[in-house]
């Protein structure tokens, strides 16, 4: 009984193991499907990336705290890398979609790091480096936008 009872708890545990590594990653049912996602993931990143470079604007012109400032990004920041697990984590359907995936993928990760760099920039109180996260998000957000108008 004791090894019926441990065979159930194994087969158990190894079936909630499966489904925990499934739901990381998934391919997507199609190509326009895959789109959508790409789409998505783009609108997202560049919200986070238009907000986070208002909220240093508002620090350089002394009408945002320091602290306020550095929240808003540090949570822009965050859900950045929210969006890349979640893009990431949908396989797309055919070898078709790869270069899609390459370059959503990368305009998530200079996204991210323009963010960190903003982060920095703030936590310093160094406006040099703020206005120069200035240019940098907003030259990432432009190169997301165009890139989610060339998706259609």
């Known amino acids: 009984m004791t090894a019926r009872l441990n065979a159930g708890l194994l087969v158990s545990l190894a079936a909630v193991a499966a489904l925990s590594v499934a739901g990381c990653?998934?391919?997507a049912l199609d190509h326009g499907a895959y789109e959508q996602n790409a789409k998505s993931?783009?609108?997202?990143?560049?919200?986070?990336?238009a907000s986070a470079?208002?909220?240093?604007?508002?620090?350089?012109?002394?009408?945002?705290?320091?602290?306020y400032t550095d929240t808003l990004v540090t949570a822009s920041?965050?859900?950045?890398?929210?969006?890349?697990?979640?893009?990431?984590?949908?396989?797309p359907p055919t070898p078709g979609e790869d270069s899609l995936r390459d370059?959503?993928?990368?305009?998530?990760?200079d996204a991210q790091d323009a963010l960190s760099a903003a982060r920095i920039a703030v936590r310093r109180d160094d406006a040099v480096a703020m206005r120069a996260a200035v240019r940098d998000l907003d030259a990432v957000t432009k190169a997301i936008e165009d890139s989610r108008g060339r998706l259609g």
């Open 103 to 109: 370059s959503v993928e990368k305009s998530l990760g």
């Open 41 to 49: 993931a783009l609108e997202s990143a560049s919200s986070e990336t």
């Open 53 to 67: 470079a208002l909220a240093v604007r508002l620090r350089l012109s002394d009408r945002a705290t320091n602290a």
């Open 25 to 27: 990653s998934a391919p």
């Open 77 to 91: 920041e965050k859900a950045m890398g929210g969006i890349e697990t979640s893009f990431g984590g949908v396989d």
